[in-house]
């Protein structure tokens, strides 16, 4: 081969190299320049068909040896149910933000009513168990946060946020018509059920909690390239106050402003993990999956009859989660 000959082909190898490297040094260059953090940020999201579960049970014996521990259980499960939220956050400063959102059920009625009944006459002994479909309000929820950027990522590759503050988070469960699924003697003169009991539509119960959580928790994002990232957030309450109010309709020996009133305290934490996308220059799909919790570890039920006094025994556990998918779209300005 001609040397000049050989020195051309080196020459068209050297320039087809050049065009294909370049497009990756200059991605990975735009990848690690600095981003300068936008100053507002709003996001729709979707949790989409979110499961939920509602559970409270409390102990009577103290009242009387004959009654069980627990002595009733009232379970709302497998309510799934499509949240909307709104979400915001405010960076100022150099480090600092505040965020916020608010979230509320498009629709609730989904999922079964349990309610229990024990003795301990011979043990503890099931005695009832009646099934209602669960309607309500559903659920609606709002989060209020302040927070620092502590940590920043070599090479603009993401960050860790630290933040504080509360949630307030209410749920309105509706059990609506009767079914006896079982009955049994329970042993003690005037507490009885009714086999085969079946009442379609009426209105059986209606539970509203209130969750008030202050909480600390952490924010983070790695991202892979300027197109694709994926985010961590969870939080965390160490203490927490619930107030549960309980009417039951068909009970004529009780008040329905409420029925049963609890009030306990507990503990709370939420996490979500999610990919991030960018779809243009300062706006985002995101998708991920997010699962929050609450239960107490000490409370108080209180009975309020029609007539006589009120009676307060021990709440031997209230608790109520909810996990799912999320999606949604995040807009920088």
Same mark, same amino acid.
């Given at each position: 081969m001609?040397?000049w ?7 068209s ?7 294909l ?10 990848d ?32 009387d ?13 497998? %309510?799934? !149910?499509?949240? $909307?939220?709104?979400?915001?956050r +405010?960076?100022?400063?150099? =480090? ?5 959102d &608010? ?6 009625n ?5 309610d ?13 168990r009646t099934?209602?479909?669960?309607t309500?309000?559903?659920t609606?929820y ?19 946020d ?14 609506t ?21 079946n ?7 209606? %539970?509203? !909690?209130h969750? $008030?959580?202050?909480?600390?928790? +952490?924010?983070?994002?790695? =991202? ?5 990232? &994926?985010?961590?957030r ?20 009780l ?8 009030i ?7 996490g979500?993990?999610?990919?991030k ?14 699962g ?10 209180e ?12 709440l ?9 998918t ?8």
């Open positions: 001609r040397g000959e050989k020195k051309r082909i080196q020459a190898l050297a320039v087809v190299l050049t065009l490297v370049a497009p990756t040094t200059l991605a990975w260059a735009q690690t320049e600095p981003q300068a953090r936008p100053r507002v940020e709003l996001s729709l999201r979707s949790w989409l068909f979110s499961a939920g579960e509602t559970k409270w049970s409390h102990d009577a014996s103290g009242l040896p004959r009654l069980g521990n627990p002595t009733s259980k009232l379970t709302y499960k497998d %309510n799934d !149910t499509h949240i $909307i939220e709104l979400a915001g +405010v960076n100022f400063a150099r =480090r600092w933000f505040v965020q916020g &608010v979230g509320f059920s498009a629709s609730f989904r999922g079964l009513a349990i229990d009944d024990y003795t301990a006459v011979g043990g503890q002994q099931l005695f009832s099934h209602s479909d669960v309500g309000s559903g609606q709002v989060n209020l946060d302040v927070g620092n950027r502590a940590v920043e990522f070599p090479g603009s590759r993401g960050y860790l630290v933040f504080g503050g509360v949630q307030y988070w209410r749920t309105e469960y509706e059990a018509g009767v079914r006896q699924v079982v009955c049994a003697p329970s042993g003690i003169p005037g507490l009885s059920c009714t086999p085969n009991l009442l379609p539509g009426v209105s059986a119960i209606t %539970n509203t !909690t969750w $008030i959580s202050p909480h600390v928790g +952490v924010k983070t994002e790695y =991202r892979f390239s300027r197109r694709f990232s &994926v985010e961590f969870g939080s965390f309450s160490p203490v927490n106050v619930v107030l549960n109010d309980d009417v039951h309709h068909l009970r004529n020996d008040q329905q402003n409420p029925s049963f009133s609890m306990g305290v507990g503990f709370a934490g939420q979500e993990v999610s990919m996308v960018a779809l243009m220059r300062n706006v985002w799909l995101t998708a991920g999956y997010r929050w919790f609450n239960r107490t570890y000490t409370g108080t039920l009975t309020h009859p029609i007539s006589g006094p009120s009676e307060s025994v021990p031997r556990e209230l608790q109520t989660f909810r996990h799912g999320t999606l949604g779209l995040t807009a920088a300005f």
